[in-house]
């Protein structure tokens, strides 16, 4: 079956303890992206990558870092969480290298509550 | 500054009838457009997409129309179903600066029995 794959899906964690959340897809998609979605906002773009070693910054970078070392992982790191980034966040990716120009199928999500 | 605006946060409709939902965009370049549609604990799923040298695309009951002058695509659902309630989400991509997304803050449909 086709899906992308977030973990974990729920995490409660505190101030400045590092975390990551991991994200696999098994499609051999070049494009992966990260989202959060925040009430009244809806999905803003973290990073995305648009293949292999190769990552860019979205609207809403600060405070991440990605990594893209092999094609089916995208993780998403917070190397010192903060309260604001308490936030539902998405993973997705997509075929061809055009980025969001072509269907993005997303994960499920991981609700991340940083106290 | 949200280059990608759905002004209406729900709308509900009765089974049945046309669902309409509105996006409004500022950025000039953007030149692609999609629909995702999200129930609750899952992600969002790809509905349906245009591009800027179109002005409509059907697929069954769906269908997204754009207005390039007034920036501003509609997707209309017709007919409504209860299994149709859900988010739905805009989102507009450029083919210059990059590959981002923008997404709108989205519209929560209701279709009532």
């Known amino acids: 079956e086709a899906q992308v794959t977030q973990n974990p899906r729920y995490l409660i964690t505190v101030t400045g303890k590092k975390l990551t959340v991991t994200c696999s897809q098994n499609?051999?998609?070049?494009?992966m992206s990260w989202y959060r979605q925040d009430p009244g906002l809806g999905l803003r773009q973290i990073y995305y990558s648009m293949n292999v070693e190769v990552t860019d910054k979205g609207d809403v970078p600060e405070g991440y870092k990605v990594s893209r070392k092999e094609k089916r992982n995208f993780p998403l790191i917070l190397e010192s969480p903060s309260p604001n980034q308490t936030s539902l966040y998405f993973c997705a990716s997509s075929r061809g290298g055009t980025g969001g120009r072509k269907p993005q199928h997303f994960g499920d999500g991981t609700r991340l509550s940083i106290l | 500054d949200q280059q990608v605006k759905q002004n209406s946060p729900s709308l509900s409709v009765q089974e049945g009838r046309i669902s309409i939902l509105n996006c409004d965009y500022t950025?000039?370049?953007?030149?692609?457009f999609l629909w995702y549609k999200k129930y609750p604990a899952e992600g969002p799923t790809f509905l349906i997409s245009i591009s800027s040298i179109k002005d409509k695309n059907e697929d069954g009951r769906f269908t997204v129309f754009l207005n390039k002058s007034a920036k501003h695509l509609s997707l209309h659902i017709v007919p409504s179903q209860p299994g149709d309630s859900a988010v739905y989400f805009c989102?507009?991509?450029?083919?210059?600066?990059?590959?981002?997304?923008?997404f709108g803050a989205g519209t929560r449909l209701f279709v009532k029995a």
């Open positions: 950025n000039s370049m953007f030149d692609y």
């Open positions: 499609m051999n998609h070049e494009y």
């Open positions: 989102a507009a991509s450029a083919n210059t600066g990059g590959f981002k997304t923008i």
